[in-house]
């Protein structure tokens, strides 16, 4: 037992000292990993490699799981450190931390929500850290809901396909949520990203200098159109 347990703590040493390499791979040569590369800078023969991760995929799926795990961590954080009754509050807190955690982990937050690697397919179990984010917005827009602070928009400002679309959305996954109002928590959390997006890779260089100031004006407007009180 005592050799199991030294065995299994050394695994999962090299594991990480592999996913180390592999970010910093990552901040160099975004996410076209070879694990050939990361063998080399360990000082392993590439064939071992292969007994911690049997592919690329294998590695980048592991990034890619503690990327999302640490971005929900990060927005979850925010958003309960903030008064469940201030809506807004929750909303622009939970905006500027998604922001900060991407700014200080720029390949990261590329390997999420950057180009899609090429052969590279997310496997399933990549599926419920995505959703912690939007999670997040969804609880703050439940919370409103149930405390009769949001009042949801009218189903025919919606074309008739977009409504049909977020009634399969609503039935299945959030009975709770009426869908136009879901519909403008989509608007926002899909722009919030946009924005981040062409923060970090340099849409907006030259033409935006505070930045600060920019992000937050338009997240306040986000907030307006999902309906959050001031």
Known sequence: MVANSLRARVRAEMIEEI???????????????????????????SSAIYRYFPSRDDLLTALILEAYVALGDTVEAAD????????RGRWLAGCRAARAWALANPAEYALLYGSPVPGYAAPDDTVEPAQRPPQTLLGIL???????????????DLPKPVQDDLAAIVASLFPDVPAALLARGMAGWTQLFGLISFELFGRINGALPHRDEYFDHQIALMADLIGLPR
């Open 142 to 156: 439940r919370d409103g809901l149930a405390a009769g602070q949001l009042t949801p928009p009218p189903a025919d």
């Open 80 to 87: 309960a450190a903030v008064d469940r009754d201030d809506l």
């Open 19 to 45: 996913k180390t390499v592999a970010r910093r791979h990552l901040a160099t040569d975004g996410a076209n990993l070879s694990l050939r590369a990361v063998a080399r800078d360990l000082g392993m023969v």
